[in-house]
């Protein structure tokens, strides 16, 4: 919030109506005690007449006052993001504990006393749960686990050697007189220790995503921070239960009770989690029909898998870790894509929201004079251990780790991993569950662990940044989505496990493929649908993104290029989800899908691909779809030209209907049905008259216009081509044409877009009955030979184009046609001088 | 490949590989036996195929699975790194030609997809032509329309993928063995 001082007057407007906002609800507040008087009052001296109005804030308070404290909240958040500058330099996290100083300052200016407070309770139910739930959901997988070792060394080592040597070393200098008198024992101090131990996620990450740290380290750190969070509550209770049962009635037995309970509620409550998280696959599994609150089970069953362990005192945070953990896969490729979509950005809302209001509450928090007793030498030693012993125990740690690890953590990732090791709300949380009758100095703990987390938040996080840059941290490889790398990761896996079984040795890359194999086998069938089951290979779904870039970088071309000529040729259809299922019954479609051509994409394609290489694969393509590809306003009309002439047109547009469990616009049965029969009805004819004509249906793709394409930037211009091509692809472009779309096009050279599965049904001129070959002639004579040679011309050197569209439909043109070919080629070109056999990897 | 392998197979070691009970269910089995008989991989600099290897050969073609130690130098590290490729590469191309044509490279990706099940052999085909697309118009920006691509050469490949790490990916941590009280026997 210092940054009023930049003189952005709206931004002073907006800490003004804050104030208000504030002031408002506080006064509110206050007022409502008198009013609640008054209305008892009235109440109990009977009412003289019906009010017309009433002023029931009490009714209303808790829930008013919560959704004031969001909205508030939410403000601050916006207030702060508007300017990135600051940003930048300052985390976010820290920023908003400054403004939970500033709107504590103005509580406590109206009230004297600070009404509102992080309360554990608050806390530990309604906005931790969702934090760890998210980070549990969007945990990369495989990283974790290949990296699950490392993780739980610092999760559980690490975390036990930080409370016992805080809690140790407080305890020496206490009994070394280093500050003053306290009434503190050495249970108080190990429990003390333990909650200072807890590392937390969400500072750390939100500067390690800016600056794009390596991707071990980065899931060092959020891995180890996340199920740290579990242990030290675990550790927390441990030692609570020990400080209960008091000095004296601690012997061996009791000591080994705790270390077996600690032990049992850490892998219980995982196993909780995991239980809960194939219950929710497989729930998932069968929410086919009612798919508008399929994303709310996540949500809830999440959420009862934390209630539960917590039921258990088993520990909640690790389980509801787990249940994310172990969700995801099955239930990202079980439910719809638009409910995945839905679950990753509600749980985006949840989690940030709630983080935005933890931190806001730190922040407010601190202005309470009553939690703060000030003791210099406890506040100064403790933070100087905290930091002291994490540096030890990450050296020690990673020393130890790397005896076993491949590639050797090396000391900038060590450094980076012990400065990484913010205090968060989840010590506050657990400072504020201390009892004050078994700890008398609680104000002092918590006074102490809010300074060590301001001290981390603020300070680490701030000096974080430039201290990635200054060492200069191995920053993430791009991450890049070429089809090569992802199939020689594939083999390199095989590969691996090849030679680890020829040594005979059951190394990592041996468990792990067993795992895959049992999870393949077992786990998939289990509780994955069989249709979710066919699209998941990692492979196939990059290779299907891809597609799906180069079909919308095409029509983005082809739109920019000027004019939307080439839908003409019918290089392009818009199609429904209908029509596509029957092409790829395996591949999941956004509904608009663009289906092509062979020999079109040739052009844009070296710039697809480079575009390809600059976006992360985004999951959610459809949604970003449009942000991604904006068009400018020209193209705008263009497309809308487009979609007016191309797009069914529903029969009834105009009614609005609103139900409250669907979605869909225009899917009423009918129309879908006629859709459907239309273009059934299309393909069939296409069929027919491939049947006839010998050679396999396929849209077929003429370019009238490729003298816009030369402006392709790859400089693969076809207008070089020699005429005689003499590829043996070329006659099915004389095949296709007998496929019914071709004549209707050329024919109406001037009129517009028109889709063949949409047209009116039926074309006079059926052309069922035209042999391939005669129409082919026919139309070369009248449309101009112009148009097919390039085409033609086109295709030998981008064979794999189409493959790379239309997977499917890449047999038809292999090598099983030649003898239909050369009668065909004869009819119409003179022979090739000297056709290549067969040039597949000619591009 | 897969005929290849089946035919010069008579080999004992051949026969030993292929009993290997974990084997069994890697796709690309048939492509890491072979190259354990590939007179390429024994870095001297010949060609073809050893009909038997004996333990020095077997090792030498284990030892490209070396991890590097912290003490390996730059220079040295891109070496190992390209010697690793090599290795890669030999085991895509079959006819040790030089070259990764669109034949042999589609081979192996249909070896590698054959086992997940779901996805047919024309998406197979499909993929391995879409990753050809890519090298040639990766390597090649601004090639002549008429150029025929004729396949990946050892640079384009080494090329495409400089952007993959490979120190976790090719590197196998065998157990650490003390040297000194391990014995050649035959296996």
Not at chain 1, 520 to 528: D, R
């Amino acid at each position: 919030m210092r940054r009023c001082g930049h003189g952005h007057c709206w931004l002073l407007g907006t800490l003004a109506f804050f104030y208000l906002v504030l002031l408002s609800g506080v006064e509110a507040d206050a007022k409502s005690d008198h009013h609640s008087e008054n209305g008892h009052h009235q109440n109990a001296s009977s009412i003289s007449g019906i009010p017309i109005v009433t002023f029931k804030w009490h009714h209303v308070e808790t829930p008013y006052t919560v959704a004031l404290w969001i909205i508030v909240a939410g403000l601050c958040k916006l207030v702060i993001e508007a300017n990135h500058h600051v940003t930048n330099v300052i985390p976010e996290s820290a920023l908003l504990i400054c403004s939970g100083f500033i709107l504590g300052g103005m509580v406590w200016g109206a009230d004297k006393k600070q009404t509102f407070k992080l309360n554990p309770t608050v806390f530990f139910y309604y906005l931790l749960p969702q934090i760890i739930l998210d980070a549990g959901y969007s945990m990369p997988n495989k990283l974790f686990f290949t990296n699950l070792g490392g993780i739980l060394l610092h999760a559980v080592i690490g975390t036990c050697w930080n409370a016992a040597t805080v809690g140790l070393s407080l305890w020496g200098c206490h009994m070394g007189g280093a500050m003053g008198d306290l009434d503190i024992g050495l249970l108080q101090y190990l429990l003390f220790g333990s909650l200072l131990s807890a590392v937390d996620p969400v500072a750390v990450i939100a500067v390690f995503e800016q600056v794009h740290v390596n991707e071990v380290l980065f899931i060092m750190v959020f891995g180890e921070s996340l199920l740290n969070d579990g242990v030290t509550v675990v550790l927390f209770n441990v030692f609570d239960s020990f400080v209960s049962l008091g000095g004296p009635a601690i012997n061996a037995a009791e000591i080994v009770k705790g270390i077996i309970s600690f032990f049992v509620v850490a892998f219980g409550g995982s196993l909780v989690g995991l239980v809960f998280g194939l219950l929710l696959s497989l729930l998932t599994r069968c929410t086919k029909n009612i798919q508008i609150i399929e994303p709310g089970f996540v949500f809830v069953v999440g959420y009862l898998s934390y209630l539960t362990a917590e039921m258990l005192s088993l520990s909640a945070i690790l389980s509801i870790t787990f249940c994310g953990v172990c969700c995801q896969k099955y239930m990202n490729a079980n439910m719809d894509e638009k409910s995945v979509t839905t679950v990753r950005y509600a749980m985006k809302v949840l989690a940030n929201g709630s983080e935005t209001m933890i931190f806001v509450f730190l922040g407010i928090t601190a202005i309470d004079k009553t939690i703060w007793v000030w003791n210099t030498g406890f506040i100064l030693l403790t933070l100087l251990f905290v930091l002291v012993y994490r540096v030890i125990g990450v050296f020690f740690l990673t020393w130890i780790q790397n005896k076993f690890r491949l590639v050797p953590l090396d000391l900038m990732d060590r450094i980076i991993m012990s400065y990484g090791g913010l205090r968060g709300a989840v010590a506050y949380g657990l400072a504020a569950l201390l009892d004050e009758n078994k700890i008398k100095e609680k104000p002092l703990m918590i006074g102490t662990t809010l300074i060590i987390v301001y001290f981390t938040v603020v300070l680490q996080g701030i000096t974080m940044k430039p201290l990635v840059t200054w060492l200069k941290v191995k920053r993430a490889t791009n991450n890049e989505l070429t089809l090569i790398e992802k199939v020689q990761n594939k083999v390199f896996n095989h590969m691996l496990v090849a030679i680890e079984d020829i040594s005979g040795q059951k190394g990592n890359n041996y468990m792990r493929d067993k795992w895959t194999h049992f999870e393949e086998k077992w786990m998939s069938w289990f509780l994955m649908k069989p249709s979710a089951r066919k699209k998941h290979d990692h492979l196939f779904n990059i290779f299907h993104m891809i597609n799906l870039k180069d079909a919308l970088e095409y029509v983005d071309k082809g739109e920019s290029n000027g004019t939307l000529e080439f839908i003409r040729n019918d290089t392009a259809f818009i199609d429904f989800k209908k029509n596509y299922e029957d092409d790829f019954s395996d591949v999941s479609m956004p509904d608009l899908t663009i289906d092509m051509g062979d020999d079109t994409i040739a052009n844009p394609y070296a710039s697809v691909l480079r575009k390809i290489r600059d976006a992360v694969p985004s999951i959610s393509l459809e949604m970003h779809k449009q942000t991604n590809y904006g068009l400018r306003e020209s193209e705008n009309i263009n497309t809308h030209h487009l979609l007016q002439q191309h797009l069914y047109k529903s029969r009834n547009q105009h009614r609005f209907r609103y139900s409250r469990s669907h979605f869909d616009l225009n899917q009423d049965e009918n129309e879908v049905q006629e859709i459907f029969q239309r273009t059934m009805r299309n393909r069939l004819e296409s069929f027919k008259s491939a049947k006839l004509g010998v050679a396999p249906p396929k849209p077929i793709t003429k370019h009238p216009r490729k003298d816009t394409q030369k402006k392709m930037p790859n400089g693969k211009s076809t207008e070089k081509r020699s005429y005689y091509s003499g590829d043996e692809d070329f006659e099915f472009s004389e095949g296709d044409s007998a496929s019914g779309y071709f004549p209707r096009v050329t024919h109406r050279p001037g009129t517009g877009i028109e889709n063949p599965s949409f047209m009116p049904d039926l074309d006079p001129r059926a052309p069922v009955q035209i042999p391939p070959w005669l129409a082919e002639g026919e139309l070369d004579s009248t449309a101009g030979v112009a148009p097919s040679q390039r085409a033609q011309a086109g295709l030998p050197r981008t064979p794999s184009n189409l493959n790379r569209l239309a997977p499917l439909r890449i047999s038809t043109r292999s090598t099983d046609f030649p003898t239909s070919s050369s009668s065909q080629q004869s009819n119409e070109l003179p022979p090739p001088p000297s056709p290549p056999p067969y040039h597949p990897h000619k591009i | 490949m897969s005929q290849q392998s089946t035919v010069h197979m008579p080999c004992s070691l051949c026969k030993n590989l292929n009993s290997i009970p974990d084997l069994t269910d890697n796709p690309i089995k048939n492509q890491i036996i072979n190259a354990f008989f590939d007179k390429r991989n024994q870095r001297n600099g010949e060609v073809g195929t050893y009909r038997e290897i004996g333990f020095e050969e077997f090792l030498m073609v284990m030892s490209h699975f070396r991890p590097t130690s912290r003490k390996t130098s730059e220079e040295e590290k891109k070496a190992i790194r390209k010697e690793k490729l090599r290795f890669l590469f030999n085991m895509h191309d079959s006819d040790s030609d030089g070259t990764i044509t669109l034949e042999e490279y589609r081979k192996v990706v249909e070896e590698l997809l054959s086992k997940s099940g779901n996805i047919d052999l024309e998406v197979a085909k499909a993929i391995a032509d879409a990753a050809m697309l890519e090298v040639a118009s990766t390597n090649m920006p601004d090639m002549a329309p008429d150029y025929f691509y004729e396949g990946i050469t050892f640079e384009h490949f080494e090329q495409i993928l400089s952007g993959l790490e490979m120190e976790s990916r090719m590197h196998i941590r065998f157990l650490d063995v003390d040297t000194n009280t391990m014995r050649c026997d035959r296996k």
